[in-house]
C-alpha cells in the first residue's frame, strides 16, 4: 500500500526549529514532485514549500529565508528544516507526492501523508 509518512513535528518556541521528515513506503520518490501543505484551525489548506523529482524548490513568500526542503532519493525521504519559527507556523504539516511538475495545488497531489503538528508557543 502506497503510504507517507511524517514524522518531526512537536513544539518549538519562537525562533526555534525543527525538522519535518516524510518518508514513503511501497513507492520511490525518485519521480515524484513533493510539497509540504499545511493547515491551521479554521484556514484552508496552504502550499509551504515544494521540491520536484529534478531538485528545483518552490518556497511561499510567508517562509521563504526559513524554511528549507531537500530531498534523499538514497532513503526515499524529503525533509523541511523549519527555521526561526513563529507562531504563525502553527498547523498541521501534510507532504504530498505528484507525479509530475511542481505545483502549488493541493487537488493535484496523488498521495498524502496523515500529517504532523507543528506547535510555536512560548
Known amino acids: 500500500q502506497v503510504q507517507l509518512v511524517e514524522s518531526g513535528g512537536g513544539l518549538a518556541q519562537p525562533g526555534g526549529s525543527l525538522r519535518l521528515s516524510c518518508a514513503a513506503s511501497e513507492f520511490t520518490l525518485d519521480y515524484y514532485a513533493i510539497g509540504w501543505f499545511r493547515q491551521a484551525p479554521g484556514k484552508e489548506r496552504e502550499g509551504v514549500s515544494c521540491i520536484t523529482h529534478d531538485g528545483l524548490t518552490y518556497y511561499a513568500d510567508s517562509i521563504k529565508g526559513r524554511f528549507t526542503i531537500a530531498r534523499d532519493n538514497a532513503k526515499n525521504t524529503v525533509t523541511l528544516q523549519m527555521n526561526s519559527l513563529k507562531p504563525e507556523d502553527t498547523a498541521v504539516y501534510y507532504c504530498?507526492?505528484?507525479?509530475?511538475?511542481?505545483?502549488?495545488?493541493?487537488?493535484?497531489?496523488?498521495?498524502w501523508g496523515q500529517g504532523t503538528q507543528v506547535t510555536v508557543s512560548s
Open positions: 504530498a507526492a505528484r507525479y509530475g511538475p511542481h505545483s502549488d495545488y493541493a487537488s493535484e497531489y496523488d498521495y
